[in-house]
């Protein structure tokens, strides 16, 4: 099983980006589906969840400017992610994670330019 992020890139403040996140393989058990960031020098910290049942989540610092969904025919999950600030800008991974293991993406970048 492989999790594969895309749509990173630069983009001005107040832009938007989507993140793709594609599943390689089949994966059970699933718990939460999420997106973190870690920007340079600071610790990852989470942006997103949701569950299969479709519960969801945002950090405070996101809100009501990033939307979190998911696809399940194309085992793809997203990130839209509008009204970019500076602050955003950061390495984002997406995380699968369930009742065996947690499983990871490799990490798109977002650079976000004042």
């Known amino acids: 099983v492989q999790l594969q992020a895309s749509g990173g890139g630069l983009v001005q403040a107040g832009g938007s980006l989507r993140l793709s996140c594609v599943t390689s393989g089949r994966i059970i058990g699933i718990k939460t589906m999420r997106w973190y960031r870690q920007a340079p020098g600071k610790e ?3 942006v997103a969840i949701i569950t299969p049942s479709g519960i969801i989540s945002y950090a405070d610092s996101v ?11 194309k085992k793809t999950l997203y990130l839209q992610m509008n009204t970019l600030e500076p602050e955003d800008t950061a390495v984002y991974y997406c995380s699968y994670d369930t009742v065996y293991k947690t499983y990871w993406g490799q990490g798109t970048q977002v650079t976000v330019s004042s």
């Open 44 to 46: 990852r910290e989470w």
């Open 63 to 73: 809100k009501e400017r990033f939307s979190i969904s998911r696809d399940s025919t």
